[in-house]
């Protein structure tokens, strides 16, 4: 059995991901939608990247609000440098 697989109608454009594949044909406006997963590393890599950068952008926001409200030692590590600012940036570069 297959996995993620991405389908559009090709009438009103409407998007959908198909987690388990095999379980039937899908319809949109009353027509068989399309099959529009052409590359599933493709797809599994900008799932990814998708979750990594909102990890990145939530460790870089909660490290500006830990510093705001005066929580210097957990928004700061021992070097100075910011736990969360790290954590974001480990994750952009890695």
Known sequence: MRQ???YKCNKCG???EVQEV???TLSC???EMEMVTENLTA???MKAFAGESQARNKYEFFSDVAYEEG???IAL???GQEYFK???DDIAVG
């Open 4 to 6: 993620y697989e991405s």
């Open 14 to 16: 409407n998007e959908i």
């Open 22 to 24: 095999g379980g039937g």
């Open 29 to 31: 406006c009353g027509q």
């Open 43 to 45: 797809v599994n890599l």
């Open 71 to 73: 929580l210097h030692r």
């Open 77 to 79: 590590c021992k070097v």
């Open 86 to 88: 790290k954590a974001s």
